[in-house]
């Protein structure tokens, strides 16, 4: 089987298996773990930021994020198609009490225009703005990444009404690599950042959630809140720390393992993906011109031994991860193309 459906497949390499058993077995709840505090250190260092928290998700990472930056009532701004909207099982507002408002946008970035005309203060008639948030690479935009100029352009407007900023990095080190920048640059544009290192970079569990010290603080109160005390994490942040310090470069190989994806299928039909717009590890495919849909699809696919995700009814989602070569990337291509008919 050629899995495609996410890189939060990919397995613990040798070393981190290793690495898991010499871990410490402190309790991160009581007096802390010292392997969990190395992870929360090297993630601080890396974006930049004062202070960190390990948490068992990235969905935990956000929920916590809202929490810990915002009043219970007011309004988070973020883009229409965010995880955290359209995956995430409406915690903003189920367990968060928020309300959300919904920025149009392109290739997962919001429009500033719009996002300035919803952004406002608190008045007898409406909430008010409590927090903006990103997200980057962006999963519903194929994995696109929002150029720096935005993320600016957003926290300048956001920091100008007061408002606080949060990015879903999910994927953080996926744009890190096709951008050519070092996390810091990326989270220099947000009060707090969250990355997982579970996905591409291949550790088991875990995100890190990143901010200044008083946020953080406040955020590993919310984490208890919301049942996130890990307790002996030590193994699980042993994984972590090689997956930062070992595992980040080699995104490069997915990126160009999903453009060849995307120019295979490109060949086979150019409405099926654009491979300019891939640039990073996933892949977003339109079935539109098929004769089937996108269940139909991955049931068939799957019985020639490719598992992809159907996206939305007529889109296939394709993720590249460190499983995957170019001899698998080649199959999935075939395979794809023996099942094409035009609708
Ligand atoms: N995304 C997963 C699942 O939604 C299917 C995936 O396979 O892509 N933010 C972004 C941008 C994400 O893509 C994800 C996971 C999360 C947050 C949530 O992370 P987890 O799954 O660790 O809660």
Request: proline residues 3%; charged residues 20%; neutral net charge.
């Amino acid at each position: 089987m050629i899995d495609l459906r996410s890189d939060t497949i990919t397995r613990p390499t040798e070393a981190m298996l290793e690495s898991m058993r010499e871990a410490s077995y402190g309790d991160d709840s009581r007096d802390g773990d010292e392997t969990v505090m190395q992870l929360e250190a090297l993630a601080a260092e890396r974006t930049g930021k004062a202070a960190g928290a390990f948490m068992p998700s990235g969905t935990m990472t956000n929920l916590v994020a809202v929490l810990a930056h915002a009043q219970r009532g007011g309004e988070v701004l973020l883009e229409a198609s965010a995880h955290i909207l359209v995956s995430e099982i409406g915690g903003i507002a189920g367990l968060a009490s928020m309300f959300h408002r919904a920025v149009p946008g392109k290739r997962g970035a919001m429009d500033v225009d719009a996002l300035r005309e919803k952004i406002r203060p608190m008045t007898r008639n409406n909430l008010g703005t409590a927090l903006v948030c990103m997200e980057t690479s962006h999963n519903q935009a194929g994995g696109a990444v929002l150029p720096l100029a935005h993320m600016k352009a957003v926290n300048t407007l956001a920091h100008e009404h007061g408002v606080p900023v949060h990015t879903d990095g999910a994927r953080l080190f996926n744009a890190v690599v096709a951008l050519g920048v070092d996390a810091k640059q990326i989270a220099q544009y947000t009060d707090s950042i969250g990355f997982c290192v579970s996905k591409g970079l291949s550790a088991p569990v875990g995100s890190v959630l990143c901010g200044t010290e008083k946020f953080i603080e406040r955020a590993r109160t919310f984490r208890r809140m919301v049942g996130g005390n890990m307790r002996q994490a030590g193994p699980l942040a042993a994984a972590g720390i090689l997956a930062l310090n070992t595992m980040v470069d080699r995104l490069k190989d997915d990126h160009a393992a999903a453009k060849r994806l995307a120019e295979g299928l490109h060949r086979i039909d150019a409405s099926l993906v654009d491979p300019n717009d891939v640039e990073t590890n996933l892949v977003r495919v339109d079935l539109v011109a098929s004769k089937r849909n996108a269940a139909q699809w991955s049931a068939e696919l799957e019985r020639k031994g490719v598992r992809v995700s159907p996206a939305s009814a007529t889109t296939l989602r394709f993720v590249t991860q460190r499983h995957v070569g170019n001899t698998e990337v080649d199959y999935a291509i075939s395979a794809f193309s023996s099942l094409w008919q035009k609708g």
